[in-house]
């Protein structure tokens, strides 16, 4: 039995789909151009969101490259802290008055822990690490000090009434915040 319903079928099947597009009524100019400038306003808003992509990213590349020299040295420099600390204790635990009685061998070795004090404090300040400000009778911030312990004094109440152990920064970071006791302000 032949199947004769499946006329034409021969003929569909030898037209290629390009032809069989071609023969379909084209869009009307006014369609094709709004679909192309809708093409390209989508490209165009890609490209932007692009370049303000790479640029946040050399932005943040150049805030990380400079951030990396100014704080390179951070945990080098705290490490030094220690020493900067011993190095003053060494000096404070002579009374001026022991000074004066200390033989010849004696200030030249107190004149040395000077000078090396003095030169760690001027390779500090060259490479931006620098003291914090905690003098007695000063504004206690809570960002650059530490409170460890509140004395009656005649400072007044929330001011520093004594420095324990010197804070220092590099840039705008905190290395070690100063120990202080805050002031209760005068005794009764």
Not at 50 to 62: H, I, M, V
Not at 70 to 99: E, H, T
Not at 101 to 117: D, V
Not at 152 to 176: D, K, M, V, Y
């Amino acid at each position: 039995m032949s199947d004769t319903s499946n006329t034409g079928d021969a003929a569909d099947l030898e037209t290629p789909p390009e032809a069989a597009e071609a023969q379909a009524p084209a869009p009307p100019p006014e369609e094709v151009i709004a679909k192309l400038e809708a093409e390209k306003e989508e490209l165009r808003m890609q490209y932007v969101r692009l370049y303000a992509d790479l640029d946040n990213t050399r932005k943040r590349a150049d805030r990380e490259v400079s951030e990396a020299r100014v704080y390179a040295i951070g945990k080098f420099a705290g490490d030094l802290l220690n020493v900067a600390d011993n190095l003053a204790r060494a000096l404070s635990a002579l009374p001026d008055a022991g000074r004066d009685t200390l033989t010849e061998a004696g200030k030249n070795l107190l004149g040395g822990i000077e000078m090396t004090q003095k030169e760690l404090h001027t390779v500090f300040t060259r490479h931006n690490v620098l003291p914090i400000e905690a003098e007695p009778g000063g504004t206690f911030d809570p960002n650059v000090h530490q409170a460890v312990a509140q004395i009656p004094s005649p400072h007044p109440a929330g001011t520093i009434a004594q420095l324990f152990q010197p804070g220092w920064r590099i840039g705008e970071r905190t290395l070690r915040a100063a120990m202080v006791a805050v002031s209760l302000g005068q005794a009764n």
